[in-house]
């Protein structure tokens, strides 16, 4: 045997080798009630992925949810809208609801997950949704996320479940952690990180006066400005791990007048027993021909921001 074919012959078995290992490492889930979303439970750090908004399947059996709701114009629910699917509304005007697709944001969340576990040997516990968001809103709160259509609310609440269970175990395991919420926008290139501030609040000059929850107060002990803006803050460390601009950091404190989103309702709905941060993700970092390598500084991202300020823990 040459001494080429010989070097051939191993660069091709570690190749092999590594995507073996790769594979392996990839994480089994489980799907939940009727495949509306998947799940990881066996997690070993203090750490919670949920990626609502990338599902594709549309049951047959579910009401689309661009019909809206139906601000009521009389009666005790006047001015208000409420959702059922079966409303034909001719006493009110229609609500509208959201059902954009965040294109890829399930397969980012995956790809996140991978890394984690390829990289530093940390399984997170995972939640990602699978049905469309025209038929079902994991990131609302029930009524307008289903239109009160029963089994979209079945698989509403095991989605759910499987997040409370996720922050069960860790507050009993570890005592404190981190809830990611993976979404994607459009309306510019630059990553939103919300703490439920909105961008009239995070145009201020001191956060800490502001008499507000944030989705990390069980983290900020004794400054806002440090833990949501600081040189430690999740945009900061995003920004150093080459993930673009990303507002609020060190660099880019405020928004300014960009559109800005805060954090939705599984970012609030957790916040007195974990900390939680939505991330809006531009389209090039989630879903361009980089997003492998994007997934990968993101997971080193959350490592070095967890690790900075203390909330790290695995078993």
């Not at 001015?79 to 965040?102: A, H």
């Not at 995972?126 to 289903?146: L, M, Y």
Request: proline residues 3%; hydrophobic residues 35%; glycine residues 8%.
């Amino acid at each position: 045997m040459s001494l080429l074919t010989y070097f051939y012959i191993s660069i091709v078995a570690v190749v092999l080798l590594s995507s073996r290992a790769e594979q392996r490492r990839i994480l089994n889930y489980i799907d939940g009630y009727r495949s509306s979303f998947k799940y990881h439970q066996q997690g070993n750090v203090n750490l919670i992925i949920s990626a609502p908004h990338g599902g594709s399947l549309t049951p047959n059996d579910l009401p689309d949810r661009k019909i809206g709701g139906c601000r009521r114009q009389s009666g005790i629910n006047a001015g208000l809208c409420t959702w059922w699917y079966n409303d034909t509304c001719i006493d009110g005007q229609r609500c509208n609801t959201t059902t954009v697709k965040d294109t890829l944001s399930d397969e980012f969340a995956e790809n996140v997950v991978n890394e984690l576990d390829i990289q530093y040997a940390l399984k997170p516990y995972v939640v990602i949704g699978k049905w469309s968001r025209t038929k079902i809103d994991f990131n609302r709160e029930i009524q307008e996320a289903t239109l009160n259509h029963p089994e979209a609310m079945s698989a509403h609440r095991h989605y759910h479940g499987n997040i409370q269970q996720a922050v069960d175990k860790i507050k009993l395991n570890f005592g404190k952690g981190l809830l990611l919420d993976i979404h994607g926008h459009s309306v510019g290139n630059y990553t939103m990180v919300g703490y439920l501030l909105t961008s009239d609040q995070l145009n201020r000059n001191d956060l800490d006066t502001l008499l507000v929850s944030t989705s990390i107060d069980l983290l900020c002990n004794s400054s806002r400005e440090e833990c949501i803006r600081g040189p430690n803050s999740f945009g900061t460390v995003l920004e150093s791990t080459q993930l673009g601009i990303a507002y609020p950091s060190l660099a880019n404190p405020k928004p300014g007048s960009l559109r800005f989103l805060s954090g939705g309702y599984i970012t609030k709905n957790y916040i007195s027993n974990i900390n939680a941060i939505q991330t809006e993700l531009p389209y090039d970092i989630r879903a361009g021909i980089n997003r492998r390598t994007h997934a990968r500084n993101y997971a080193r991202a959350v490592v070095h921001f967890m690790k900075q300020n203390h909330l790290l823990l695995s078993k």
